[in-house]
């Protein structure tokens, strides 16, 4: 959502930075969910495990897109231009982001011991 705040005013240290927390908080954010994914899968099924997950995220990122194509382009068409503006982009930002924070509520109903076994820490500390 911070995306959306951005205009061409803004200097450019700021973006820079702004890029690079995202994309540090992206890479621990894939490298926990994958750790979570394959905690529980035996080693026979890790190999069908890991392209199936792959073909997901895959699928995921493509309706994430589409879905902010598509935000961009009810906003541009609500607004009644013909070309989309920074504000259409903004809205699409917050959009999409509001929808990563619902879906990041989904892990509050993880068990405490979720992960444990590839952490190397036992359920009972």
């Known amino acids: 959502m ?3 705040s951005i205009s061409p005013q803004t200097p450019l ?14 890479s621990m954010q894939f490298t926990a ?9 035996g080693g026979a099924q890790r190999s ?9 995220q ?3 990122m493509l309706f994430g897109v ?11 068409i609500a607004r ?3 070309a989309p503006d920074l504000v259409d982009f903004r809205i699409a930002f917050i959009a999409i982001g509001l929808i990563g924070l619902l879906a990041s ?21």
């Open 58 to 60: 895959q699928i995921s």
């Open 13 to 26: 240290a700021l973006v820079v930075a702004l890029m690079l927390i995202a994309g540090l908080t992206r």
């Open 105 to 125: 509520f989904r892990f509050m109903v993880l068990p405490p011991s979720a992960g444990a076994e590839v952490s190397g820490h036992s359920a009972d500390n």
């Open 33 to 41: 969910l994958n750790t979570l994914a394959f905690a529980d899968i």
């Open 80 to 82: 009644g231009e013909a």
């Open 48 to 56: 069908s495990a890991a392209t199936l997950s792959s073909m997901l």
């Open 66 to 76: 589409a879905i902010a194509a598509a935000i961009l382009n009810l906003s541009q």
């Open 2 to 4: 911070a995306c959306g």
